[in-house]
């Protein structure tokens, strides 16, 4: 049987979906499988896909056997217990969209159905109160789970905010020791077999040619490969997503570093904010149809918590991803296989998720057909159920206070989040589809934070009478507030484990 193994694999473009592509290469395959090269020049700017993230970048870097307290002290990062959301639901109205779980199930039966049945009663007030990582964000706390039995101390959820440049620099050094091999330049050219469309290499402002066996698009919004040359095609959901711009700006940071992101609605999108251990990152997401770039800048710059330490930077985009992100023997990642804007901090998994995806169906030099199609079936699968979660915010909302928001709160739906949103409308039961990311919690975290009110609960809550129930959520409410009081400040977490320097 001969040797179909792949042996040169290059990497179109560096930035962080390059570079964690080049890591996990190399990590997985090891060092002698094939030789992995990547196609990297200093004329062209990177975007930085996001500098806050989900509990599974935990994952990403335990694979890679990253210690954690020395990636966040070289990417000057902080802890993230959630989001919170400002002026979604309506004017003045803030709610939190925690990690883990919020409070614990009882007799088989979801803890948000007694917590349903006992708001419809005006017995309990914010949902937050039975999370421990909404309580410990308001309170600016963290640490790490501990052994402690059955207190929510031996279960914490948590994800990062980290400089995506210093993350991209990092694991640079990390391939770079594994083996991997960055060329510096730009590609003015891509040379493919002219019977099977296959691409052969790319050429060089120099002269020079970088060739390969797998080639992976990392090239950004423009998908030099994907779309440039092989012309993937691209499903649009600006109508869904109607953002298209983004501006994003440093500031100085502050004394407190609250361990969460905040993501303020504004009148035509919306700006986040993520604290790190020397800046906070500041954006401002918006839709060119309602607002101009000078006045979404100024919109930015007026709602800042410091002084800016750059210039503001204009970012274009449309929401939507490529018709296959995997052709013949060329695989995108990251921005170049697709975009949805950061509001659930989703960039960074996608290219988490397209890698491992990647890795479990790893090709040999025959690609085949079935093995790509399933590929580009699970990838769009994915795209479309992120897309829909992040829908939600822009539905379900009150506000009538601008253009913008009366088209997102009369604007149909996608037919699977219309149902989704029914059901909870009924009895405020959620559920998680096959293996799709968000599951039931952050569905009924953010369907009750933006305001929608189920008209009853699951009945099944009533298997325990009225005052089983209350005494109940009282002592998981007890246990969430004293865990939290437990746990040190989130800056002095961060001066004993990971301080930056």
Known sequence: MSDRRIRRITIVGGGTAGWMSAATLARVLGPDYAEITVVESDEIGTVGVGEATIPQMATFNRMLGIDEDEFLRATRGSIKLGIQFVNWGKLGHTYFHPFGHIGVNMEGVSFHAFWLRLKHLGLVDRIEDWSLQSTAGARGKFMRAINAGRSPLSEIAYAFHFDASLYARYLRQYAEARGVVRREGRIVRVHQHPETGFINSVELADGGQVGGELFIDCSGFRGLLIEDTLKAGFTDWSHHLPCDRAVAVPCEGIEGIEPYTRATAHKAGWQWR??????????????????????????????????????????????????????????????????????????????????????????????????????????????????????????????????????????????????????????????????????????????????????????????????????????????????????????????QNCRAD
């Not at 007890?478 to 961060?494: G, I, K, Q, W």
């Open 274 to 495: 993520i604290p790190l251990q020397h800046r906070i990152g500041n954006g401002h997401v918006f839709c060119s149809q309602y607002i101009s770039d000078d006045e979404a800048i100024s919109v930015l710059l007026s709602n800042l918590d410091g002084k800016p330490t750059a210039d503001p930077r204009i970012l274009r985009f449309k929401a939507g991803h490529r018709k296959q992100v995997w052709i013949k023997n060329c695989v995108s990642i990251g921005l170049a296989s697709g975009f949805l804007e950061p509001l659930e901090s989703t960039s960074i998994w996608l290219i988490q998720s397209g890698l491992s995806r990647l890795m479990a169906m790893f090709p040999d030099r025959d690609f085949d057909p079935a093995t790509i199609a399933r590929y580009n079936r699970i990838l769009t699968t994915e795209y479309t159920e992120i897309r829909d979660f992040i829908i939600l915010h822009y539905k379900a909302t009150q506000r009538t206070d601008s253009p913008f928001w009366d088209y997102c709160r009369e604007m149909p739906v996608p037919e699977r989040l219309a149902e989704k949103m029914a059901v909870f409308m009924d009895h405020g039961r959620t559920f998680r589809e096959n293996e799709e990311l968000f599951n039931d919690t952050s569905w009924f975290a953010v369907m009750l934070g933006q305001l929608m009110m189920p008209k009853g609960y699951d009945p099944v809550a009533d298997v325990l009478s009225l005052e089983e129930t209350k005494a109940r959520l009282a002592q998981i409410k007890d246990a969430v507030s004293n865990s939290a009081d437990y746990m040190p400040t989130h800056r002095e977490f961060l001066r």
